[in-house]
Nanobody, 126 residues
Framework: VQLQASGGGSVQAGSSLTLSCVAS????????VGWFRQAPGKEREGVSC????????SYAEAVEGRFTISRDNGERTVYLQMNDLKPEDAAVYFC????????????????????WGQGTLVTVSS
């Protein structure tokens, strides 16, 4: 499985961006795909996840209601639509995937994902 993330950029607070994660080597609808972000000096944190089973979505509390994760099976792509961006959303964003989560694990745990794309930088000015 290879993942290619793109779509980052520099925007003003209140703006929107859509990140894309293209998966190759395995059907995207057979993967659990998560978006993570890492700001300078901070740990990598889970932002959102879309599960292979039923396309169930999850969000971190900080982005709930502003970010939307979705999947286009034909395009082999998982999107992260980010609205009303805030300066605290600025980070390098990564997409990651796993074929199966460990029993009792959290989608927010980076250790659960064995495939990672390169990061895409999002900067938000106030």
């Amino acid at each position: 499985v290879q993942l290619q993330a793109s779509g980052g950029g520099s925007v003003q607070a209140g703006s929107s961006l859509t990140l894309s994660c293209v998966a190759s080597g395995f059907p995207v609808n057979s993967l659990n795909v998560g978006w993570f972000r890492q700001a300078p000096g901070k740990e990598r944190e889970g932002v959102s996840c879309i599960k292979r089973d039923g396309g169930v979505t999850s969000y971190a509390e900080a982005v709930e209601g502003r970010f939307t994760i979705s999947r286009d099976n034909g395009e082999r792509t998982v999107y992260l639509q980010m609205n009303d961006l805030k300066p605290e959303d600025a980070a390098v964003y990564f997409c990651a995937a796993t074929k199966i989560f460990s029993y009792g694990s959290s989608w927010k745990n980076p250790i659960e994902y064995e495939y990672w794309g390169q990061g895409t930088l999002v900067t938000v000015s106030s």
